[in-house]
């Protein structure tokens, strides 16, 4: 094998062949896998202790959940269909250098997702067995998700299909119990709280649990896709269902038991070994996605470092982070993604159907510019509009407006750009 086959092992640098494309089944445990996270069930604990009673919980969740599906629908057929990373996405987006830039952003917040998954290994380690230290616990599950992220969408997928059928009896139980210590589903949607919380806040919250996956890692899995009907059935799964069920089950520990940390839940329902095992299956299926996505942002940026030795860079880096707590900060961190990440990926939807009209030429034939700066000004616009538009929902106001800042900075140069770009690589 040569060396450029060693460091494009999982096409980190170049589209996924028709050949290697893959069904439904083989990719939808992988996405599951990524949203069957603890730190959802963290998320959604967050949004009941801010709101006034279950509905508004369920509204919160279904009102950031429909607008992350329509992102990540659109972000899937855009990868499904030129079979790139978001590493290489981001090219057509912001340049060469530019994207270098985004993908240096992205990988930094999955950094912080996977120290926090390192953390939260640790934390539940000790907590169901305080004989076992939190720190050497954090760095060993640390070091597995690395291991298992090196080895690449094979074994992914593998662990995912474990993970989902864990999680998914350990998030039953939590559930069924939890309406049972309520008295009842009636009394479990009587409960009414003081709202702390704005309905935006809200949504923000629920937008914020898994934004970056959306925006950041969808198009890494979705380049496997054989078809948009497997990409439209993928993502439909992933967030109508996995998502807002992870949220669920943080909302009814908050609201029975006060506590949105499932492995406190599930030790006050008496299942302690296997809210362990469920739990770590949990994690694992996310932190090695969070590695595995981050290995090829950085394989984007250090063309010539092979995608192995950059994973162990950022895994090495994260289990350190991991060590000091970051998920002190989660909520914060949540409102955070929520307001980089969607206008983002408007930026690059937008790109994509309007500036270089579904046809991207091949990226290694194309020279870009070292920046499209048009795109960066429609990228911080959509930013800024947190700060300055005071209607309507913050996420939802960030993507639409760099959506149709990409639209109109289009029609004033970027597509012209683009056509010449196209063009010059059509001679090669």
Not at 114 to 127: E, Q, R, V
């Amino acid at each position: 094998m040569s060396e450029a086959t060693k460091i494009d092992s999982e096409h980190s640098l170049s589209a996924v062949p028709k050949s290697e494309r893959r069904g439904f089944w083989n990719l939808v445990f992988t996405w599951i896998g990524y949203v069957f996270t603890v730190t959802i069930m963290s998320a959604g604990g967050n949004i009941a202790n801010g709101a006034a009673n279950f509905w508004q919980c369920m509204a919160a969740v279904y009102t950031g959940y429909g607008l992350l599906f329509l992102l990540a629908l659109l972000v899937s057929y855009i990868s499904q269909t030129t079979g790139y990373s978001f590493g290489l996405l981001t090219r057509y987006s912001f340049g060469s250098v530019g994207s270098r830039l985004i993908s240096f952003f992205t990988m930094v917040t999955l950094l912080g997702w996977f120290s926090i998954n390192c953390y939260l290994s640790g934390s539940i380690t000790h907590i169901l067995f305080p004989v076992i230290p939190q720190i050497p616990a954090s760095i060993f599950f640390g070091a597995l998700y690395t291991f298992t992220a090196m080895k690449g969408q094979k074994i992914m997928n593998q662990l995912g299909l474990v993970a989902t059928v864990l999680v998914f009896a350990v998030g039953m139980i939590a559930i069924i119990l939890g309406i049972r210590d309520a008295g009842g589903f009636t009394a479990l949607t009587s409960i009414q709280h003081e709202q702390t919380k704005t309905f935006n806040d809200l949504v923000t919250l629920a937008v914020g649990s898994v934004v970056c996956g959306v925006v950041g890692w969808v198009p890494d899995i979705m380049r496997f896709s054989k078809d948009t009907k497997t990409s439209l059935g993928v993502m439909a799964v992933g967030m109508g269902l996995a998502g807002p069920f992870m949220l669920v089950i943080g909302i009814i520990g908050m609201m029975v038991y006060q506590q949105y940390d499932i492995a406190l839940i599930l030790q006050e329902q008496g299942f302690l070994a296997f809210a362990f095992v469920g739990l770590i299956g949990n994690i694992w299926s996310t932190a090695q996605g969070n590695v595995y996505s981050s290995g090829l942002n950085l394989a984007s940026i250090f063309t010539k470092t092979s995608r192995e030795k950059l994973i162990l860079l950022f895994g090495a880096c994260g289990i350190l982070l991991g060590t000091f707590g970051l998920y002190r900060y989660f909520s914060s961190w949540l409102s955070f993604l929520a307001t980089v990440f969607p206008p983002m990926g408007g930026v690059v939807i937008a790109n994509y159907f309007f500036v270089w009209k579904q046809k991207l030429p091949a990226v290694e034939k194309t020279n870009f510019p070292s920046f499209f700066i048009l795109s960066f000004v429609a990228f911080a616009i959509g930013i800024a509009s947190k700060y300055v538009v005071h209607f309507g929902l913050t996420t939802i106001n960030a993507l639409v407006i760099s959506f149709a800042a990409e639209i109109i900075f289009g029609s004033i140069y970027l597509t012209a750009q683009a056509n010449a770009i196209r063009a010059e690589a059509e001679k090669v």
